[in-house]
């Protein structure tokens, strides 16, 4: 039901955001979990991964 649905934020990852996303990236988290948690789609989560050099969107795996 609609009820159930996430809510998304829309809009650009500021800084402390991104902070957060690289250091639970980095002890392990899931894209699925990060996505969650931070109200993102997974598409957006693994873009900002990508972009700070940390995921590789191809091989869907981590760089780091």
Avoid: N
Avoid at 18 to 29: C, N, P, Q, Y
């Amino acid at each position: 039901s609609k009820s159930m649905r996430p809510t998304i934020v829309i809009g650009a990852v500021g800084p402390t955001e991104i902070g957060e996303l690289v250091i639970k990236f980095k002890t392990g988290r899931s894209i699925d979990d990060l996505a969650r948690e931070h109200a993102r789609t997974v598409w957006a989560i693994e873009g900002q991964l990508t972009k700070l050099g940390l995921w590789d969107r191809i091989e869907r795996r981590s760089v780091a």
